[in-house]
């Protein structure tokens, strides 16, 4: 090789687990900033973008950070001054790569909106030599407004880089058998944990437009094989799926999860247990959604017990499922 040709590393693989993303403070600024990014996704919001900005600047960046930002104190790991997500992602890539990282696989993570950003990490594999790169989108079921815009980003970070890597996505894994034992293991768990029966678990899931299912997204369709599956294996209690987290006016996908809580007690179930598969890792939608404002309207309404089963997080055994699923690409 030419002595002044520059020096060009290459010949490993980089696997980069990417999460939706967090806030890198509580501050009105800084959820401002991260409510405009993924707000400003054009998959996440289906509308005319000229009319949806004038929404989103006027009205909704105005007035929706300091709600956001009231939920996000209530579950803010304050000794470490960070959010509960970037926490438990950062320490997903450091088991993986210490069970499967060397000299020639490098396992890092990303947040699809916020920080770390993906072109940053994919620029830090790169410049470490990865020209073989794994995407795993940290959505067991996939929809185009979560696993798509992974994707869509990482294609346009390539789009700026001369020399490129090959690149492989890992697609959904919503009725992966690791996948499944790992989330009857936390039932079980949580379940021993307590000193009460369930009547019931409400499998939540974060929800969409229905529109968005109308024009053929298959989200729905995954969230119910996941319940399902559980069912079968674990028949012991009834297991029922919910959507949660529906933003604005329209329609989103049913039952809602926030309705459910309020009217189940009336039903006769008096004693609950919520489960989060399609989260990765706790954050504001299990922590404060579900398990404080959740937890108070399912007992306002004359429930008895209730319960948040954790996310999967980085136990063992998920951990394991992504060297399941990152092993076959390497």
Same mark, same amino acid.
């Given at each position: 090789?030419?002595?002044?040709?520059?020096? +060009?590393?290459?010949?490993?693989?980089? +696997?980069?687990?990417?999460?939706?993303?967090?806030?890198?403070?509580?501050?009105?600024?800084?959820?401002?900033?991260?409510?405009?990014?993924?707000?400003?996704?054009?998959?996440?919001?289906?509308v005319n973008p000229i009319i949806w900005q004038? *929404?989103?600047?006027?009205?909704?960046?105005?007035?929706?950070?300091?709600?956001?930002?009231?939920?996000?104190?209530?579950?803010?790991?304050?000794?470490?001054?960070?959010? $509960?997500?970037?926490?438990?992602?950062?320490? &997903?890539?450091?088991?993986?790569?210490? %069970?499967?990282?060397?000299? %020639? +696989?490098?396992?890092?993570?990303?947040?699809?909106? #916020?920080?770390?950003?993906?072109? @940053?990490?994919?620029?830090?594999?790169?410049?470490?030599?990865?020209?073989?790169?794994?995407?795993? $989108?940290?959505?067991?079921?996939?929809?185009?407004?979560?696993?798509?815009?992974? !994707?869509?980003?990482?294609?346009?970070?390539?789009?700026?880089?001369?020399? &490129?890597?090959?690149?492989?996505?890992?697609? =959904?894994?919503?009725? /992966?058998?690791?996948? *499944?034992?790992?989330?009857?293991? @936390?039932?079980?768990?949580?379940?021993?944990?307590?000193?009460?029966?369930?009547?019931?678990?409400l499998s939540s899931y974060h929800g969409i $437009?229905?529109?968005?299912?109308? %024009? #053929?997204?298959?989200? =729905? !369709?995954?969230? =119910?094989?996941?319940?399902?599956?559980?069912?079968?294996?674990? /028949?012991?209690?009834? *297991?029922?799926?919910?959507?949660?987290?529906?933003? #604005?006016?329209?329609?989103?996908?049913?039952?809602?999860?926030?309705?459910?809580?309020?009217?189940?007690?009336?039903?006769?179930? %008096?004693?609950?247990?919520?489960?989060?598969?399609?989260? @990765?890792?706790?954050?504001?939608?299990?922590?404060?959604?579900?398990?404080?404002?959740?937890?108070?309207?399912?007992?306002?309404?004359?429930?008895? /017990?209730?319960?948040?089963?954790?996310?999967?997080?980085?136990?063992?055994?998920? *951990?394991?499922?992504?060297?399941?699923? +990152?092993?076959?690409?390497?």
């Amino acid at each position: 090789m030419d002595k002044n040709h520059p020096d +060009v590393k290459f010949g490993k693989s980089g +696997v980069l687990l990417v999460n939706l993303g967090t806030p890198d403070s509580t501050s009105w600024w800084d959820i401002r900033k991260y409510l405009r990014e993924f707000l400003s996704d054009r998959r996440v919001i289906e509308v005319n973008p000229i009319i949806w900005q004038l *929404i989103l600047n006027l009205f909704i960046l105005t007035f929706r950070p300091s709600k956001t930002a009231h939920a996000y104190k209530k579950i803010w790991r304050k000794e470490s001054n960070e959010s $509960p997500l970037l926490f438990f992602t950062r320490s &997903q890539a450091y088991k993986l790569n210490k %069970k499967i990282g060397n000299e %020639k +696989v490098i396992v890092d993570f990303a947040m699809r909106y #916020g920080n770390p950003s993906i072109v @940053s990490r994919l620029n830090i594999l790169k410049d470490k030599g990865c020209d073989n790169i794994i995407i795993l $989108p940290l959505y067991p079921q996939y929809a185009a407004a979560t696993t798509a815009t992974v !994707c869509d980003e990482v294609y346009r970070s390539l789009m700026k880089m001369r020399w &490129q890597p090959s690149l492989q996505i890992i697609p =959904h894994y919503e009725s /992966n058998a690791m996948y *499944i034992d790992a989330l009857i293991n @936390s039932i079980k768990k949580k379940i021993d944990e307590i000193d009460w029966k369930p009547d019931l678990i409400l499998s939540s899931y974060h929800g969409i $437009p229905k529109s968005y299912f109308d %024009k #053929g997204d298959p989200y =729905h !369709c995954y969230c =119910h094989k996941t319940t399902r599956l559980l069912s079968e294996k674990f /028949n012991d209690i009834e *297991i029922q799926t919910s959507f949660q987290s529906r933003f #604005g006016p329209q329609e989103w996908l049913t039952p809602y999860t926030d309705k459910t809580l309020e009217t189940l007690p009336s039903k006769g179930v %008096k004693n609950l247990l919520v489960i989060c598969p399609g989260f @990765s890792s706790d954050c504001v939608e299990t922590l404060e959604e579900i398990n404080i404002q959740g937890r108070e309207s399912f007992i306002s309404n004359g429930g008895k /017990n209730f319960d948040l089963i954790p996310c999967l997080n980085d136990n063992l055994d998920h *951990i394991e499922l992504f060297n399941g699923l +990152v092993k076959k690409y390497l």
